[in-house]
C-alpha cells in the first residue's frame, strides 16, 4: 500500500486544524507548517517532516489515535507523532523521555519549541501568560538536552 505523500498530509493536517487558533488567535495551520518548515531546515527527513506536520492532531482532538494507526503512514511517522503526544496529566519529564526514545521525534520536538518560543509570537500575549509558556518551553529544553541557539 503506497503511503500519503507529503503534500497529501500537509492537506491532511491543514484541514484537520482548519477551525483552530493559537494562544494568539493566529490560524493554528501558521504553527504546524513553521514547525514543518523548521524540520525541512534542520535537515529532517521526509518522514519528520511529515510528522512535524501532524504533530498536534491527536494531541488536539482533531484527528484521533485510530485515525493515525489506521492511516498509509511509515510506522516511523506514527511513533513521532504518538510521541509528540502528550497524555493528560503527564509530568514533562516522562514525555521528554518518550520523545527521547522515539527515532527522529527530538528534532520535531525541537522545532517545535522553536516556534512556540519565538520573541514575535510570544510578545503578542499577556506577561503572565508569556512567562507561563516561556519557561514551561525552556524546561522541556532542558529536560531533552537541547541547548540554547
Known amino acids: 500500500m503506497p ?21 494568539a488567535g493566529r490560524p493554528y495551520a501558521e504553527h504546524i507548517q513553521a514547525v514543518a518548515e523548521g524540520v525541512r531546515a534542520r535537515g529532517g527527513t521526509d518522514e519528520q517532516i511529515a510528522a512535524a506536520w501532524l504533530h498536534d492532531a ?49 528534532l520535531v520536538k525541537e522545532s517545535d519549541l522553536a516556534h512556540n518560543a519565538d520573541p514575535a509570537r510570544l510578545a503578542v500575549l499577556d506577561g503572565p501568560t508569556r512567562a507561563r509558556l516561556s519557561e ?5 529544553r532542558r529536560l531533552l538536552g537541547l541547548t540554547a541557539r
Do not use: C, F, N
Request: proline fraction near 5%.
Open 136 to 140: 514551561k518551553y525552556a524546561t522541556m
Open 58 to 106: 491527536v494531541e488536539d482532538d482533531v484527528l484521533s489515535p485510530e485515525w493515525l494507526e489506521a492511516a498509509e503512514l511509515p510506522q516511523s511517522v506514527k511513533d513521532m507523532v504518538d510521541a509528540m503526544t502528550k497524555r493528560p496529566g503527564e509530568e514533562a519529564a516522562a514525555y521528554a523521555r518518550r520523545i527521547l526514545a522515539t527515532p527522529g521525534a527530538l
Open 3 to 23: 503511503h500519503l505523500t507529503l503534500a497529501q498530509v500537509e492537506a491532511i493536517a491543514r484541514e484537520a486544524h482548519a477551525h483552530q487558533t493559537d494562544k
